[in-house]
């Protein structure tokens, strides 16, 4: 079946602006999760949803950065006035509730200039 | 040993020979473990998972072992392979919580 999917592959910025990533979960999977990864590191949570609400955001590193998951399915990533140190990878997954494998997608490549 | 930045700790090994990874977590309250492959370019894919009730499991070539003592995860590959080279990262995950915590990552390169 098919797996966590992830849009866009790549996406390169200007300092400032704002970008959304998306996320489409394994279909069924209650559980969705975002996690940043920078070079040479493990990724780093950043959210949790179960079903449409978030309910762990304590990884979010400021008020730019923002995830809504409105139907419970696909979830969008959200960062304003993006920084350079915004840049890495983004990474969702998806689990069959919560505490269950996490299976992840191949991640959004942010770079900002 | 420990890795900073780009330096991550490498294992090479000969094709066909066995490879263990190591990994020191670090929250006594963890009861969920589990290993990722990540290749470059990709997404971290699971390998295998580990409860705290359990001190050992097996899968296809690999196999997962966990100390509680002194907190320590293992993976086993048995007969690697060329396509078992990549990144390999131990996570964690506490009672009630959802959030997983990585590891630092062990690069696996295999000699053909």
């Known amino acids: 079946g098919a797996g966590v999917s992830q849009t866009p592959s790549n996406k390169v910025t200007e300092k400032g602006k704002y970008v959304e990533l998306r996320c489409d979960p394994i279909s069924g999977h209650t559980a969705l999760y975002w996690y940043r990864q920078s070079l040479g590191q493990g990724p780093e949570f950043l959210i949790y949803?179960?079903?449409?609400?978030?309910?762990?955001d304590s990884g979010l590193p400021n008020d730019r950065f923002f995830a809504v998951r409105p139907e419970g399915s696909v979830s969008t990533l959200k960062i304003q006035r993006t920084e350079r140190g915004d840049s890495a990878v983004y990474l969702c997954?998806?689990?069959?509730?919560?505490?269950?494998?996490?299976?992840f997608g191949p991640g959004t490549r942010l770079l900002v200039l | 040993g420990e890795s900073v930045g780009l330096h991550l700790p490498t294992l090479s090994v000969q094709e066909g020979d066995n490879s263990i990874i190591n990994c020191a977590y670090s929250n006594s309250a963890s009861d969920y473990f589990i290993w990722y492959k990540q290749e470059s370019g990709k997404g971290p894919q699971f390998i295998i998972d580990i409860r705290s009730n359990m001190d050992k499991r097996q899968g296809q070539r690999v196999t997962v072992l966990l100390n509680k003592t002194v907190k320590h995860l293992s993976l086993q590959i048995a007969a690697t392979q060329p396509g078992d080279s990549a990144v390999y990262f131990c996570?964690?995950?506490?009672?009630?919580?959802?959030?997983?915590?990585f590891g630092k990552g062990n690069q696996v390169v295999v000699i053909p």
């Open positions: 949803f179960q079903g449409t609400g978030a309910a762990d």
């Open positions: 996570a964690e995950n506490g009672h009630g919580n959802n959030r997983l915590a």
């Open positions: 997954a998806s689990s069959n509730g919560p505490q269950e494998t996490q299976y």
